[in-house]
Structure formats: C-alpha cells, structure tokens
C-alpha cells in the first residue's frame, strides 16, 4: 500500500525582481532535490512590478517544477502579496519564502521537520541577521517585544519572525479572514494551534535592495496595532488623567504664583499647560481616528488584492525510458 506525499506550496511575494528570477528558480531546483519525499508546488505572487519579473519567472522556471505565477493588478503590498499566495496555495501546508533568497536550505528542512511533527505553524527566526545591528534591527525586536506584551497576540514571536510555515488548517482560516489592512504573521498568532520556533543564520541579498521601506513599516505598526490591540486607546486615556492631574496642580500653582509672582509667569505656565492639554486631545483624535478609518475600510469590503492573471509552468515530464516503463515492457 503507498502514501502520497505531501505536498508543500512555497509562497514568495516578489516587486521588481528580475534579477533575482534565476536564484529563485536554483533555489526551487535545491529544494526538490534536498527533499526527494515531498512534493512542492512553488507560488510566485508578482505584486504589481513594471520590470519583467513575471517574464522572467516564466522562462527560469521552466523544466524545474511546479509554478504558478499570480500577477496581481497593482502593487498591493507584502502582506497582501502573501494573502495571494495562501489563496492560491493548494498544499497540505505553505511556506513563505523572501524572493532574494535570504534563507539557507538547511532551513526548509527544519520547517519541513517539524510540520511532520505535527506543528501547525513554524516561525522562522533570524538567529543572526545579514544586516549589521543598528537602529532598523532595535525597532524590529523592540516592536515585537512590545506589540506582544499589548495586544491579543501574546504569542507572536518577540524575535521577530522572518518565514513562517503553515499548515491546511490555518491557511483556511487565515484566507477566511477579512482584514484589509492586514499583518499576515499577526493573524497566524491570533489562529492558535500547535505554534513552534525554528532558528536560522539570514543570509546577505545577492543583489539588490529590499524594497520593504520606513513607510510601509511604518503602516504595518499602525496596522498590527489597529487589528489586534485597544492598548492605543488606553495609552492616550491614561495620558489624558495624568495630564488632568497636572493640570489641576498647575492651576493651584498659577494661583499661588499670581499672588506672589508677575502675573507673566502664570500666564506663561497656564500657556504650557494648554499646549500639552491640547497636543494631548489631537493626538487622541489622531489614534481613534486610525481605528475609525481602518473599520471604514473593512467595512467597503474592497478586495485585498486584484488578480490579473494566473500563469502555471507545468513541473517536467518524467522521461519515457524510466524503470517503470521498462518493466512494464518486460
């Protein structure tokens, strides 16, 4: 009696990145023969890129293995670019991968390993980055200390996750989710079941940059927070009864002071406490405002992301001469 294999869909969002188009599909090539006993599908989401990635995808690709390649209308960004990915994937578990090859393939064997295990969700983690530690590394790890320590996902890796595997289960409920807006790694936190760690050395980008900037970091730390987290509200609450307190001391003290002092000083230190007070109000409209905004945006249910089109490459054709044909011959 024979098992089918698994099988296993490598996800890599990619923007203009056609000169990283050969070292995915080597990539490709390793992975399938590092792992004879699993079967892989590899899902390219092109997000939109006006420099012929999909093109060149397509012919790399071709005699290597199973592809897909999902174009999408416009750029959307990363996370919407993994969402693709998940919605297309039809593996028993999903793989996330960067297009600039920044994972060693002894990597996808712990992935692989402990899925077997019966994890459902595998964080890849940078135990050494390929970037020299400075102030975008600081960010990272202190955003994901902090994000898990105030929001609903107190899960979410404090390392910082890089990849992450999942499994059928958790593929269907994360393509079930609506998020607009969306921090993909948040929503799996948030799913639960069987969640493990797996550590791995970055490596450098061939070439190239990456093309994630302060910006779009920016906005997923807005995003995340929105999403899965009230500690916003609660800060700009708690900033607005200390700056309360303070300011009934002010005004006794502006009181006092208008007694023994120039009027000018409390006039100045009642000019203080306005600023605040009011710097204070805007910055609370500012954060209810986000959270207004982003559920008027769930609620136009306006599609994560546009397909345009869906190029398959169909995986190579066994050869004719095979020992099965032979001694079907025989």
Same mark, same amino acid.
């Given at each position: ?54 093109? *060149? ?5 071709? &005699? +290597? !293995? ?6 999408? $209308? =416009?750029?959307? /960004? ?48 940078? *135990? ?5 530690? &400075? +102030? !975008? ?6 955003? $994901? =200390?902090?994000? /898990? ?66 910006? =779009? ?114």
């Amino acid at each position: 009696m024979t098992h089918a294999s698994p099988l296993l869909s490598l996800v890599i969002p990619a923007y203009n990145e056609v000169d990283s188009a050969v070292e995915i599909a080597e990539f490709y090539r390793d992975i399938l023969a590092a792992h004879p006993d699993v079967d892989f599908e590899l899902i390219v989401v092109d997000d939109g890129s006006t420099d012929g990635t999909r093109e *060149a995808l397509l012919q790399t690709l071709q &005699g +290597v !293995g199973a592809a897909r390649i999902v174009s999408l $209308s =416009r750029n959307f /960004g990363s996370h919407a670019g993994l969402s693709a990915g998940f919605a297309h994937a039809k593996g028993d578990a999903a793989l996330t991968l960067s297009a600039d090859r920044q994972e060693p393939l002894e990597a996808i064997g712990d992935f692989i390993a402990e899925w077997r295990d019966g994890a459902d969700i595998v964080w890849g983690l940078r *135990a050494v980055r390929a970037v020299k530690k &400075g +102030v !975008g590394e600081s960010f990272a790890k202190g955003f $994901s =200390r902090i994000y /898990g320590a105030n929001s609903d996902v107190p899960n979410y890796p404090q390392e910082g996750p890089s990849q992450i595997l999942v499994s059928r289960p958790v593929l269907d409920a994360l393509n079930a989710m609506p998020e607009l807006n969306r921090n993909v790694l948040a929503m799996a936190a948030w799913v639960g079941f069987d969640q493990r760690k797996i550590f791995f050395e970055q490596l450098p980008r061939p070439h190239g940059v990456s093309k994630w900037t302060t910006k =779009r970091k920016m906005k997923l730390v807005v995003d995340s927070f929105v999403e899965f987290s009230h500690a916003p509200v609660e800060w700009v609450a708690w900033g607005g009864l200390i700056l309360g307190a303070i300011g009934a001391l002010s005004l006794i003290l502006a009181l006092v002071l208008a007694f023994f002092q120039p009027l000018g000083a409390a006039v100045a230190l009642l000019s203080g406490l306005v600023l605040a007070v009011g710097g204070m109000i805007l910055v609370g409209i500012g954060v209810l405002g986000e959270y207004v905004w982003r559920a008027g945006d769930d609620a136009r249910r306006r599609p994560v992301f546009i397909v345009r089109s869906v190029s398959d490459v169909p995986p190579p054709v066994p050869s004719s001469s095979s020992p099965s044909s032979q001694s079907g011959e025989a």
